[in-house]
């Protein structure tokens, strides 16, 4: 297979020689496009197992390293080995560009419902290989979403949205008793800004992002592909590999539980985008956002944390769309929808939200002239009392206004898929 073909390299971006360490058995792959950089491992030869892992150190539960190659897949996401132990199956997935560095961390915080690596092996503290039993099952909850879309089935969508949500959402639970730190707003911009950069993007999106929003060891990027429904009452997870963009454009800060979310949600926008659907869109939308509410933290999942002026989805969902947007462009594989179609919509969201400001500089108004109407009346020489007692509801009201005015998180970004309605079908 020729290295242009490969799903997992950037068939449009040009490889470079490098001189950089790499570990026995693999050699490093440089990639470079226009402002772009890859970097990532490969095995000199999949085939023999024995010599690929020679210079790697193991964990946890691991095949032999007499093992039998006996299949190789090449998926968008690395290699993909079909091992043989004795008379045990194996599967190997390689991380071309490795982890954020807490992949241990994610597996013992994972339910037992879901299916996590059950070893693997490392080089200088990067995770290179993970291994688990080999599985025959397939995962199938996206193929039974896109059915019940193109079927035009409600109930059922909202079903397979509502657990898989749910499925996060109890991880989420599990992450909150682990190691969290407080939000970064400013490393959050300062990462959709260089995304903005990198792709020479005409939109700007910042938010100054509420305090409940606070980092934790996160999922990553997370699809309903990624869904487990051997239960019936609950959803797994299928720990899966980073995508590509976290080669190009490296993640340097940790993430709130809302990235995860948002990461699923804007998997919604794909399918949703693909399928011949008249569902509405906020229905199902809503029927996710109940969903990860029922099982994760109540806080992380508040109405302050979903308040699109201070973040909320509509931030992570546009962070998704640029790194779609990067991904196609390291392919050239032409425009990835609904990402573009959903960046284009940005500027309108947010003339939208600042003409809105107008209704809080007005809230502000009034209340400043009512508080200095009580202190005037209490410390001052004024007898009136009208005007304050007047202008004090006027202020909650405006306020409360204003909040109300916000873009829900339940109404898409693209603004023609809110316009469907039942009255479509």
């Given at each position: 297979m020729t290295e242009d073909k490969i799903a997992w390299k950037p068939a449009a971006m040009t490889r470079i020689n490098s001189e950089d360490e790499a570990p026995i058995g693999f050699q490093r792959l440089v990639f470079v496009g226009i402002g772009m950089k890859s970097e990532m491992f490969e095995p000199n030869n999949p085939n023999?197992?024995?010599?690929?892992?020679?210079?790697?150190?193991?964990?946890?539960?691991?095949?032999?390293?007499?093992?039998?190659?006996?299949?190789?897949?090449?998926?968008?996401r690395g290699i993909n080995l079909k091992l043989k132990d004795n008379e045990e199956y194996w599967l190997a997935e390689f991380y071309p560009w490795g982890?954020?560095?807490?992949?241990?961390?994610?597996?013992?915080?994972a339910a037992e419902e879901s299916d996590v690596p059950l070893g693997g092996f490392s080089w200088n503290d990067t995770d290179l290989i993970t291994l688990r039993k080999w599985n025959n099952s397939t995962i199938d909850v996206k193929s039974k979403l896109i059915s019940a879309l193109n079927s035009n089935d409600l109930q059922t969508s909202k079903e397979i949205v509502f657990k898989s949500a749910a499925?996060?959402?109890?991880?989420?639970?599990?992450?909150?008793?682990?190691?969290i730190t407080p939000r970064d707003s400013r490393k959050w911009n300062k990462r959709v800004e260089k995304l903005e950069a990198l792709l020479r993007a005409n939109t700007i999106w910042r938010a100054p992002h509420t305090k409940d929003t606070v980092c934790i060891i996160?999922?990553?990027?997370?699809?309903?592909?990624?869904?487990?429904?051997?239960?019936?009452?609950?959803?797994g997870i299928y720990f899966n590999r980073p995508r590509l963009s976290d080669s190009i454009a490296k993640p340097d800060c940790e993430f709130?539980?809302?990235?995860?979310?948002?990461?699923?949600?804007?998997?919604?926008?794909?399918?949703?985008?693909?399928?011949?659907?008249?569902?509405?869109?906020i229905e199902l939308r809503e029927s996710m956002i109940e969903g990860w509410r029922s099982t994760a933290p109540q806080k992380w999942a508040s109405e302050k944390s979903f308040y699109t002026p201070r973040g909320g989805v509509f931030f992570w969902e546009y962070e998704q769309c640029l790194l779609d947007v990067i991904e196609a462009v390291s392919h050239q594989s032409g425009?990835?929808?609904?990402?573009?179609?959903?960046?284009?919509?940005?500027?309108?969201?947010?003339?939208?939200?600042?003409?809105?400001?107008i209704v809080a500089a007005l809230s502000f108004m009034t209340g400043f002239f009512s508080g200095n109407g009580f202190y005037q009346y209490i410390i001052g020489n004024s007898e009136d009392i009208v005007v304050p007692l007047i202008l004090l509801p006027l202020t909650i009201g405006l306020y409360y206004?204003?909040?109300?005015?916000?873009?829900s998180p339940a109404i898409s970004i693209l603004r023609v898929w809110n316009e469907k309605t039942d009255s479509d079908s």
């Open positions: 023999n197992w024995k010599d690929t892992i020679l210079g790697l150190k193991s964990w946890g539960e691991i095949p032999s390293d007499e093992s039998l190659v006996e299949e190789i897949i090449h998926s968008e982890t954020d560095g807490r992949l241990r961390a994610r597996i013992s915080l499925a996060i959402g109890k991880f989420h639970k599990s992450a909150e008793n682990a190691r996160s999922i990553g990027d997370i699809r309903f592909s990624d869904m487990i429904d051997e239960s019936d009452e609950e959803y709130p539980a809302m990235r995860d979310f948002s990461s699923l949600l804007h998997d919604l926008n794909r399918i949703y985008y693909s399928c011949n659907s008249k569902l509405p869109i425009k990835p929808e609904p990402a573009v179609s959903m960046l284009r919509e940005v500027p309108g969201i947010q003339r939208t939200m600042f003409n809105h400001r206004t204003y909040r109300r005015l916000a873009p």
